[in-house]
């Protein structure tokens, strides 16, 4: 709704995707075109919706935020095909698509983060997963090392758990993010999350 709004107040044509479900959302009633997403990986599928944007003949696609936003592949893809990409450019999703790395990155420019594992685990990695859980030491949390906002996390009070709530997350991981590598992190009790954007 956002991006249509501010399309509206600078004279661009916003054109919206929708699926059945959502006709009469408010960011497609204000749209000035609507074009109905027919892949049955909605707005997930990257190649059908730069192929809309071709036929439409629009110049931009905003993704929004989450999921085709942090996509590597996507991006480079829209810039590949000519249309703008809104949002961070490919190097940069590159650099931040592995928490791993990202807070590595973040350490070595100087700044404090919470204490994580080292290295990522996948689903035969359960030996260097016990062995890095035993020196964090606990209460944990083990996390898909793509994606944010939590999606996935799991808490571990105990190493009993350690198998378990890791198996549960790699799962998640998989649907969500297409990966299944997970990354330990010291857990920081009590705590409520709060996510800062940065421009």
Do not use: W
Not at 56 to 77: K, R
Not at 132 to 160: H, N, Q, T
Request: glycine share 8%.
């Amino acid at each position: 709704v956002r991006a249509v709004r501010t399309c509206k107040e600078m004279g661009i044509t916003a054109v919206t995707l929708y699926d059945a479900s959502d006709i009469n959302s408010l960011h497609v009633r204000q749209a000035d075109e609507t074009v109905q997403i027919s892949s049955p990986e909605f707005f997930m599928d990257g190649t059908a919706l730069i192929k809309l944007a071709q036929e439409m003949g629009a110049e931009a696609i905003y993704p929004g935020y989450g999921f085709l936003a942090e996509d590597i592949d996507f991006a480079t893809a829209c810039e590949q095909a000519g249309v703008t990409f809104i949002g961070p450019p490919a190097s940069v999703l590159q650099q931040t698509r592995h928490k791993t790395a990202a807070l590595a990155r973040v350490q070595e420019a100087g700044f404090d983060t919470v204490t994580c594992s080292s290295g990522s685990y996948g689903r035969d990695d359960i030996a260097d997963l016990r062995t890095a859980a035993a020196d964090l030491g606990y209460p944990l949390v083990v996390k898909p090392c793509r994606g944010g906002r939590g999606r996935g996390a799991r808490f571990i009070p105990s190493a009993e758990l350690l198998e378990e709530a890791t198996r549960q997350t790699q799962e998640a991981s998989k649907i969500l993010f297409r990966d299944r590598q997970v990354y330990l992190e010291k857990a920081i009790m009590p705590a409520h999350q709060i996510g800062v954007q940065i421009v």
